[in-house]
C-alpha cells in the first residue's frame, strides 16, 4: 500500500542528505542569531538572518523545492502519500520547511490559489510564493467567538459593485510578523439568503498594505513570539479589493477550506512524527550519557518502558497517517474524513507526550533553548487547536460512525 515510486525515493533521500549536510550544522547557530536579531520586542523589526536565503539558494540548486505541490511542472509530482514522507523528515528541523518553502501557512495558501484561484491570481500571487519571494498570511479565526464552530464567524465580505468590502477582525493569524508577508488569504462571511450556512462563507486575496487592514499585536505562544515568523492579530476596516480577489467566488470558502485543510493536516502530521521521532532519539541519548544512583538515567524507574510507549505510539501514529494519505490519493478527501481527523488527533498528542517524557530526562536543559525540544512542546500543544480543536475531530469520527450505522442526522 505504502510502495514509493523511485521518483518519491529519490527525493527523500536527497532531503535526508541535505539536512544532514546543510541544515543540522548550522541549525543552532541559525536559532541563536534569530533570537539576536529580535530581541526587542518591535515585531516592525524583525528579520531573517541572512543565512536563511543562502540555504533556500542550496535547497533550490539541489531541487528540493515546493516538494508539497502535487503539480509536475510548479511542485515536483509527488503525491499526498509520497511527500508525507518528506514532510516526516523535515519535520526533525524546526528550520528546514522553511528552507524547502514547504512551510506551513505558505503551502496550504500556495495550494488553495493553486487549485481555485484565477490566472491572474497565480500570476501575481502564486507565483512569487512559490518562488519564496514572498509569504503569506491565512486568517480565519477570531477572538470574540468560539471560533472551533466556523459558521459563528463575524468578519464580513460583502460585495459593493465591483468591490469587496471586509470588516472584522482576526488573530492567530500565523506568519504575520515575517518582513516578507505581502498577501492575506481572508475568510469571512458572505451574508446569502438564499444559501445554506455553508455557502454564506468566502476567502479573499488581500494585499498587506491595504488601505485600512491594521496588525494590531503579536501573541506570544508560551511567552515566545515566535519571531520573525510570528502569529498576530490584525484588524479589517472598511478594507476594499476588487471582486476578482475573490478564490473561487463569493460563498465558496467552506469547500474550499476543505480543500486547503485535508494536505495540510498530512503535512502537520507528519512533520509531528519527525519532531517526535527526533525527540525520542534526544531522549536515548541525553538518558544514557548521565548517570545517577550508579546507573544510566534511563534504565532509572520506569524510563525504558516509557522509551517503549514512545516506539509504539509513534509508530502507530505514521501508519494511520500515511493510510490516510494513501486514501486520499485513491479515493479523494471525502473518503478519508475519519482518517484525517483521526490523525489530527493522534499526531499531535504524540508529539507531545513524547517531547514531555524527554524533557524529564533532560531535566532543567529540556526546559530551555539549548534544544529544540521546547519549540517541539509548544508545536505540539499549538496543534491540538490549530485547523480545529480534538474536540470537534472526535465529534466528526463519532458522527461517521454513526452514520455507517444507520444514525446519520434526522431532521426533526
Request: charge should be negative; include cysteine; glycine fraction near 8%.
Amino acid at each position: 500500500m505504502f510502495q514509493l515510486s523511485e521518483h518519491a525515493q529519490d527525493f527523500i533521500e536527497r532531503t535526508k542528505a541535505f539536512i544532514k549536510n546543510e541544515i543540522e550544522p548550522v541549525e543552532n547557530e541559525f536559532w541563536h542569531d534569530v533570537h539576536h536579531l529580535n530581541t526587542d520586542g518591535d515585531w516592525t523589526k524583525w528579520q531573517w538572518p541572512e543565512q536563511l536565503e543562502v540555504l533556500k539558494d542550496k535547497a533550490k540548486q539541489a531541487g528540493l523545492w515546493n516538494m508539497f505541490l502535487p503539480d509536475p511542472v510548479l511542485g515536483q509530482g509527488l503525491s499526498v502519500q509520497e511527500y508525507a514522507h518528506i514532510a516526516e523528515i523535515s519535520g526533525r528541523s524546526l528550520l528546514a520547511p522553511t528552507v524547502f518553502n514547504c512551510n506551513a501557512p505558505d503551502s496550504g495558501n500556495m495550494e488553495v490559489i493553486w487549485r481555485y484561484g484565477t490566472e491572474q491570481q497565480k500570476q501575481q500571487w502564486l507565483m512569487p510564493l512559490l518562488a519564496g519571494k514572498i509569504r503569506s498570511v491565512f486568517c480565519m479565526t477570531e477572538p470574540d467567538v468560539a471560533s472551533s464552530d466556523a459558521t459563528n464567524m463575524q468578519a464580513t465580505a460583502v460585495v459593493d459593485g465591483d468591490e469587496i468590502v471586509l470588516n472584522g477582525r482576526k488573530w492567530w493569524s500565523s506568519g504575520l510578523g515575517d518582513p516578507n508577508a505581502k498577501i492575506i488569504i481572508f475568510m469571512a462571511h458572505t451574508p446569502d439568503e438564499t444559501k445554506d450556512r455553508h455557502h454564506q462563507h468566502s476567502m479573499v486575496l488581500v494585499p498587506v498594505d491595504t488601505k485600512g487592514v491594521n496588525i494590531e499585536r503579536m501573541l506570544p505562544v508560551f511567552g515566545d513570539y515566535d519571531a520573525p515568523h510570528g502569529h498576530g492579530e490584525i484588524s479589517f476596516e472598511n478594507v476594499r479589493v476588487p471582486v476578482a480577489n475573490f478564490i473561487g467566488g463569493a460563498g465558496q470558502g467552506f469547500e474550499i477550506a476543505q480543500g486547503r485543510l485535508g494536505p495540510g493536516r498530512i503535512h502537520h502530521c507528519m512533520r509531528c512524527i519527525g519532531a517526535a521521532e527526533k525527540a525520542l532519539e534526544l531522549m536515548i541519548d541525553r538518558g544514557m550519557s548521565r548517570t545517577a544512583f550508579g546507573k544510566e538515567i534511563l534504565k532509572l524507574g520506569g524510563n525504558l518502558e516509557r522509551v517503549a510507549d514512545a516506539r509504539v505510539a509513534i509508530d502507530q501514529a505514521r501508519l494511520l497517517t500515511l493510510y490516510a494519505a494513501h486514501k486520499m490519493d485513491t479515493l479523494g478527501n471525502m473518503a478519508a474524513l475519519t482518517e484525517i481527523s483521526a490523525i489530527k488527533v493522534i499526531a499531535p498528542s504524540v508529539l507531545e507526550k513524547v517531547v514531555d517524557m524527554a524533557m524529564q530526562i533532560h531535566g532543567g536543559a529540556g526546559l530551555s533553548k539549548d534544544t529544540p525540544l521546547t519549540g517541539f512542546f509548544a508545536q505540539a500543544r499549538s496543534l491540538r487547536l490549530a485547523d480545529g480543536p480534538d474536540e470537534v475531530h472526535k465529534g466528526m469520527i463519532a458522527k461517521l460512525e454513526l452514520k455507517k450505522r444507520g444514525y446519520g442526522s434526522r431532521k426533526k
